[in-house]
């Protein structure tokens, strides 16, 4: 054992702290493998893979598309970009990893959305900047996992567990021994002045401790959820997840109506408030693919200039102003094959009330992967519909045209698991 290497009074003296130490950290492994062991999980675990393994997967399959504010990521932070749109966002997600093997239930995300492409169009043509600005935040709520694996898949991901295992095993023995040796090296006089030697070799055993759990336990779970995607080593894995999320401005675009032509200018400030609740349910089957159904609803507060139906002279509108609620309805479907970066989705919303346009987008999402073999720049092509059921007013500009579209998505920093 690890502490029959130690001096007996630095063993006594570790003896007082509460840190796991490597002879804990390994049992505290082996129960978690020993809970997932089998056709027959414990409960609250998973067939194959342990709970922050199953984390980790569902980061990845997750991860294979990232278009929108709304969409799922586990990192702590993400950057999206919409080209159409001519918009910045940026989420943070405030979730802390939990001291043991748990599935991960739900976490809120908080950030700022910009239309930075407004700012670049005053600024190279020196007009006055209309761009807004807003705080977005949003809840998530992960539903429980569903695994499905046949008799020969639990038998082999059970002997790559057991392999993973007992390597981290050896390498927690191992690095133990270097640290004990290092820290029995310790001299008071030049080292350490005024402090005691076992005083000083506890504080710095307390950090080891501390830092080599949270490596070992990362590495059990990622070394789990990679062994499991490398070898396609199950028939489906289903995910699903619920999200409430608010747009609130606070910097806002100004800009001029009148009733009718040549009637006085008004000025008028959009507050474009949005809410939103997305439901999103992903199967990744061995045999098919990552298939995402989505299904949302928007409520925004419109005007009659972003819904086109004022008619534009210059920077003047021209039309009966008011503003209004605006539902919305879409749904989505993304598709990707087995083993491909490469895939094909659809998007359909349909808007209720005052502005009741039916608007789509045909995307080809791209990912970019790693060197970890991990998800790192999300890219959509689209092809984006807008009004087509024709029912803008005419002469407006918003009804039945097509645009050319591209989001960039790319989350970044450690996995919230």
Request: hydrophobic share 40%; aromatic share 12%.
């Given at each position: 054992m690890i502490k029959r290497l130690l001096p007996v009074t630095?063993?006594?003296?570790?003896?007082?702290?509460?840190?796991?130490?490597?002879?804990?950290?390994?049992?505290?492994?082996?129960?978690?493998?020993?809970?997932?062991?089998g056709p027959n999980p414990a409960p609250g675990k998973h067939l194959l893979l342990s709970n922050r393994a199953l984390n980790l997967f569902?980061?990845?399959?997750?991860?294979?598309?990232?278009?929108?504010?709304?969409?799922?990521?586990?990192y702590k932070n993400s950057v999206i970009a919409n080209a159409a749109g001519g918009s910045l966002a940026i989420y943070h997600n405030l979730r802390q990893p939990p001291a043991s093997d748990e599935s991960i239930r739900s976490f809120f995300s908080f950030g700022v959305k910009a239309d930075v492409a407004d700012a670049y169009n005053a600024s190279s043509t020196g007009k006055p900047y209309t761009n807004r600005l807003g705080f977005m935040f949003k809840q998530t709520w992960i539903g429980r996992p569903r695994v499905s694996a046949t008799a020969a898949n639990v038998r082999t991901m059970d002997a790559l567990r057991a392999g993973i295992l007992h390597s981290l095993e050896h390498s927690i023995r191992k690095k133990a021994a270097e640290e004990i040796a290092a820290l029995d090296a310790i001299d008071t006089t030049p080292d350490t002045p005024g402090q005691d030697k076992n005083t000083a070799r506890n504080i710095a055993w307390q950090k080891f401790c501390t830092d080599l759990q949270q490596e070992i336990e990362l590495a059990f779970a990622h070394a789990q959820a990679e062994a499991l995607a490398q070898t396609v080593g199950y028939r489906v894995v289903a995910f699903n997840w619920t999200s409430i999320s608010a747009y609130i401005p606070v910097i806002t675009e100004n800009f001029q109506t009148a009733a009718t032509a040549g009637a006085d200018p008004v000025?008028?400030?959009a507050w474009?408030?949005?809410?939103?609740?997305?439901?999103t349910r992903l199967w990744e089957g061995s045999s098919f693919g990552r298939l995402f159904l989505t299904l949302a609803g928007d409520l925004t507060l419109n005007n009659s200039r972003d819904?086109?139906?004022?008619?534009?002279t210059g920077n003047l509108y021209t039309g009966?102003?008011?503003?209004?609620?605006?539902?919305?309805?879409?749904?989505?479907?993304?598709?990707?094959?087995?083993?491909?970066?490469?895939?094909?989705?659809?998007?359909?919303?349909?808007?209720?009330?005052?502005?009741?346009?039916?608007?789509?987008?045909?995307g080809l999402p791209l990912v970019l992967i790693d060197?970890?073999?991990?998800?790192?720049?999300?890219?959509?092509?689209?092809?984006?519909?807008?009004?087509?059921?024709h029912t803008i007013v005419a002469g407006t500009g918003g009804s039945g045209h097509t645009a050319v579209g591209l989001t960039v998505g790319i989350p970044f920093s450690k996995i919230a698991y």
């Open positions: 630095f063993l006594f003296a570790l003896q007082t702290l509460q840190a796991q130490t490597p002879d804990s950290l390994i049992g505290e492994l082996r129960a978690v493998n020993a809970a997932v062991t569902l980061s990845e399959g997750a991860g294979y598309y990232l278009s929108s504010p709304d969409d799922l990521t586990l000025n008028r400030h474009p408030l949005h809410l939103n609740l997305t439901h819904a086109e139906a004022l008619m534009k009966d102003y008011h503003t209004f609620l605006t539902p919305a309805v879409k749904g989505q479907i993304i598709y990707l094959p087995t083993g491909s970066h490469f895939g094909i989705s659809f998007l359909l919303q349909q808007s209720i009330g005052d502005y009741h346009a039916l608007d789509g987008i045909l060197k970890k073999g991990e998800p790192a720049v999300n890219f959509e092509f689209q092809v984006r519909f807008y009004d087509m059921g």
